[in-house]
Every structure is written in structure tokens, then in C-alpha cells.
């Protein structure tokens, strides 16, 4: 039986690995450079504007927004 807390056994994955963005702890922080990048991406695919002032919850947020109006983002 796996006891190590930071490689729980498949069955056993807490639920946290799941955060919604508006309980993250650092989700009132600046968007990172990683979001910023397939942000801008997913505005100019959707024709919207990008908005560089974002936090990191709100940019997650616009993030899925955006993969669901373009299908980009889905798993098959």
C-alpha cells in the first residue's frame, strides 16, 4: 500500500488536485505568462479582446470560456 501523502494510490486522490479559481489561494495575483500567452490566443481565435489585466482565477476563467465557444481545449 502506497503511504507517501504527496503519491496517493489512484484511488485515493484528494479532492484539492481540483481547485476552483475563486479558492485559490493565489488567485488574486497577475496572470501568468503562460495564461497571458494562450489567452491571447483564444481572444484572436474567438475575435475577442484580450484584457492583460487579469488575475490568475479570472484569466483561468476566461480561459475555459473561451476553449468552450472555440473547441479548443477538449479532450477527445
Known amino acids: 500500500m502506497n503511504t507517501n501523502p504527496k503519491n ?3 484511488d ?3 479532492s484539492n488536485t481540483v481547485k476552483q479559481p475563486d479558492n ?3 488567485g488574486d495575483e497577475t496572470m501568468t505568462g503562460a495564461q ?3 489567452l491571447k490566443t483564444l481572444c484572436e481565435e474567438a475575435n475577442e479582446p484580450f484584457d492583460g489585466s487579469l488575475t ?3 484569466a483561468s476563467k476566461r480561459i475555459d470560456a473561451l476553449q468552450a465557444r472555440t473547441g ?3 479532450t477527445h
Open 56 to 58: 490568475k482565477a479570472e
Open 12 to 14: 485515493d486522490v484528494p
Open 24 to 26: 485559490w489561494t493565489t
Open 72 to 74: 479548443r481545449g477538449r
Open 8 to 10: 496517493p494510490p489512484d
Open 36 to 38: 497571458a500567452s494562450y
